[in-house]
Nanobody, 116 residues
Framework: QVQLVESGGGLVQAGGSLRLSCAAS???????MGWYRQAPGKQRELVAV???????NDAASVQGRFSISRDNAKKTVYLHMTALKPQATAVYYC???????????WGQGTQVTVSS
């Protein structure tokens, strides 16, 4: 069982920055971990993740503005968001995948609202 706790969301003006954090109860056996988002009326979509090979995979819409990083000692993954646009408004979810058991875990989500 993996618990994921997100923090760092909030209200920001267009052009601003935010850093989201996702603290995991354990990183043992986690093969992939990262961030997804879901805007009102839309499907959940990938934002940025660390893949099972340790590389990153970013959505085209955020490349050059968002970046993902991690601190294994703190069992935390971060999403650094810059030059935010109103269309980035969504609930951001942390996700972890354990390939051994083919199991997915999700955090409770953190709201990001970008005002124009």
């Amino acid at each position: 069982q993996v618990q994921l706790v997100e923090s760092g969301g909030g209200l920001v003006q267009a052009g601003g920055s935010l850093r989201l954090s996702c603290a995991a109860s354990t990183i043992f056996n986690i093969s992939a971990m990262g961030w997804y988002r879901q805007a009102p009326g839309k499907q959940r979509e990938l934002v940025a993740v660390f893949t099972s090979t340790g590389s990153t995979n970013d959505a085209a819409s955020v490349q050059g503005r968002f970046s993902i990083s991690r601190d294994n000692a703190k069992k935390t993954v971060y999403l650094h968001m810059t030059a935010l646009k109103p269309q980035a408004t969504a609930v951001y979810y942390c996700h972890a995948h354990i390939s051994t058991f083919d199991t997915d875990y999700w955090g409770q989500g953190t709201q990001v609202t970008v005002s124009s």
